[in-house]
């Protein structure tokens, strides 16, 4: 992803990016251009290599779209009578202490940001896995007997974070079939006829005399 940024930051080429979703925020602190001339060339900077994705998005003319879970879709395509593409995002919270933490490092040029944290006092995941932007993408055909599209990008979430949301969303009905039809789930959503009591005919009893 950063090598498509830097190419399309350096010249105008194709596929042109409409949004661009990612949790990163503009460093308020930037490290100094000498502060790591003699490290080992060989070696990456993760840190410099999110500030130079920053950096190219600005070139761009790209603002980051933050991508944080919520009980809402975020709606990414729709044209009458071809579909709708839905996005539920199911990792991180924004709301969650990794969030805060990794965001606070972020922002501090801490090498410490890619060490781990503990989850439940069993399990040592790296925060940035922890924050790990995982989505659902949900595309629903215009024609009701065409099949509804699941597609789950999990990023680098761990698989906790991953039924964690999921939870979140086990109410749509979308997540109760294993394959499911737009005609399908607006018959299984349509609510069951109210019985109608049926009036029925008096009895009538005729008696016949017969003459003697």
Known sequence: M???LRRKATANVYPQIGHFFCNLEERRAVTSPDGDK????LLV????EGSDMMADLRHIN???QHCYRSPEPINLYHKVGHGTLDMYVLNPSKDSKHV???LKRW??????????ASVSGQFNFPIPNLVSICALLVWRPA????????IMFPGSTPQHKIFEGLEKLKHLEILQHPT???????????PAPAPVAVPTAPTVVSAIKTKQ
Do not use: M, Y
Request: charge should be negative; hydrophobic fraction near 35%; charged fraction near 25%.
């Open 38 to 41: 003699d490290t080992d060339p």
């Open 100 to 102: 805060r933490e990794f």
């Open 107 to 116: 922002h501090s040029s801490e090498q410490k940001l890619f060490e781990g």
């Open 2 to 4: 950063a090598a498509v």
């Open 45 to 48: 900077s993760l840190l410099q």
């Open 180 to 190: 499911c039809t737009g005609r399908q789930l607006a018959t299984a959503a349509a």
């Open 62 to 64: 790209l603002k980051p």
């Open 143 to 150: 024609n009701p007997d065409d099949t509804i599209t699941r």
